[in-house]
């Protein structure tokens, strides 16, 4: 097993593992992933990706964070490593820019986002599959209580 493979592992595993009540759990798992970037071992084997609902994910995450939820369509640069699925990269918007990466299989992921301060805000993503035909959002006045 290769040194990147151990390390994607164990990114992995202390995602997954992540709790978010513990102060610097997130940090935590966000510097293992700065770690893996300081080599160009992972970059080297990376290939370009455009993934529709990876997308969205990082412009609702950003959207939140700006407290903006109208903010303009937010630019995102994202590369895949094929053999793990890792998907990273970065996404902008204003005076907003953040570090993410994101594991499909798990459907788990930490957006960070600097500043003009040494605070890092971290953000756990995790997709849900919604079944076909379910809609999403408060039910209406009067529809407490019944199965639609």
Do not use: W
């Amino acid at each position: 097993m290769s040194k990147l493979t151990q390390q994607l592992t164990a990114l992995r595993e202390s995602l997954r593992d992540a709790d978010g009540s513990q102060s610097d759990s997130f940090s935590e798992v966000f510097s293992d992933f700065l770690a893996i970037t300081e080599t160009t071992e992972l970059l080297d084997v990376c290939k370009p990706f455009n993934g529709k609902s990876t997308r969205v994910m990082l412009e609702q995450v950003l959207r939140k964070h700006a407290n903006e939820p109208k903010l303009p369509t937010p630019q995102a640069q994202m590369q895949q490593h094929p053999a793990s699925g890792l998907i990273h990269g970065m996404i902008a918007a204003g005076r907003y820019i953040g570090t993410f990466f994101y594991f499909p299989d798990e459907k788990q992921g930490i957006v960070a986002f600097g500043g003009l301060t040494p605070t890092m805000h971290y953000y756990r993503m995790t997709a849900t599959e919604v079944p076909p035909g379910s809609v999403l959002g408060r039910r209406g006045p009067g529809s407490a209580g019944q199965n639609n």
